[in-house]
Antibody
Framework: QVQLQESGPGLVMPSETLSLTCTVSSASINNYYWSWIRQPPGKGLEWIGYIYFTGNTNYNPSLRSRVTISIDTSKTRFSLKIDSVTAEDTAVYYC???????????WGQGTLVTVSS | DIQMTQSPSSVSASVGDRVTITCRASQGISSWLAWYQQKPGKAPKLLIYAASSLQSGVPSRFSGSGSGTDFTLTISSLQPEDSATYYCQQANSFPITFGQGTRLEIK
């Protein structure tokens, strides 16, 4: 059973860069897609993007100019960076394995990131 | 982007009731649709994938149907533990998009 764990600062200053890491355990990072999804407090889910283990990426156009997803297969982890954050980037950020058959069966527990001075 | 619209936004039902949630895509998505259950403070849990396939370990009272633009999630006999918010999600084209959610309350 794959396990995913998000880590990173819970508070980011406006205009700074949000950085999170997802550590994968009990499964290989190879041959899968790995995604980031976020959820503002009290709101719905927003897909941020994915990275394939080869390094190929696909981002949500609404965030593409500010987002970078990278992967470190040797350390079985992948990362998210969002530049120039504002209060609208405040959300619970989830990492997930997939999409598999277009869906996500394996999720991290989520981590709340607040953008505030 | 493909817009996913769920209805109703909220529903209240009694234990044992049959509950149906609808999800409509703004354009055809074949069967590239998944349903999730989310409880407060928890990550979403996959219930249904490929529109009608039940994820392993999910109770058989959950079922999904539809293709193209119109989809339904049905709970055949509502249980107290089914109180949650339910989301549909399409993966026919990128960006992947989710419905706005349906909050299910147990009377």
């Amino acid at each position: 059973q794959v396990q995913l764990q998000e880590s990173g600062p819970g508070l980011v200053m406006p205009s700074e860069t949000l950085s999170l890491t997802c550590t994968v355990s009990s499964a290989s990072i190879n041959n899968y897609y790995w995604s980031w999804i976020r959820q503002p407090p009290g709101k719905g889910l927003e897909w941020i993007g994915y990275i394939y283990f080869t390094g190929n990426t696909n981002y949500n156009p609404s965030l593409r100019s500010r987002v970078t997803i990278s992967i470190d297969t040797s350390k079985t982890r992948f990362s998210l960076k969002i530049d120039s954050v504002t209060a609208e980037d405040t959300a619970v950020y989830y990492c997930a394995r997939g999409p598999t058959y277009g869906d996500y069966n394996d999720w991290g527990q989520g981590t709340l990131v607040t953008v505030s001075s | 982007d493909i817009q996913m619209t769920q209805s109703p936004s909220s529903v209240s039902a009694s234990v044992g009731d049959r509950v149906t949630i609808t999800c409509r895509a703004s354009q055809g998505i074949s069967s590239w649709l998944a349903w999730y259950q989310q409880k407060p403070g928890k990550a979403p849990k996959l219930l249904i994938y490929a529109a009608s396939s039940l994820q392993s370990g999910v109770p058989s009272r959950f079922s999904g149907s539809g293709s193209g633009t119109d989809f339904t999630l049905t709970i055949s006999s509502l249980q107290p533990e089914d109180s949650a918010t339910y989301y549909c999600q399409q993966a026919n084209s990128f960006p992947i998009t989710f419905g706005q959610g349906t909050r299910l309350e147990i009377k």
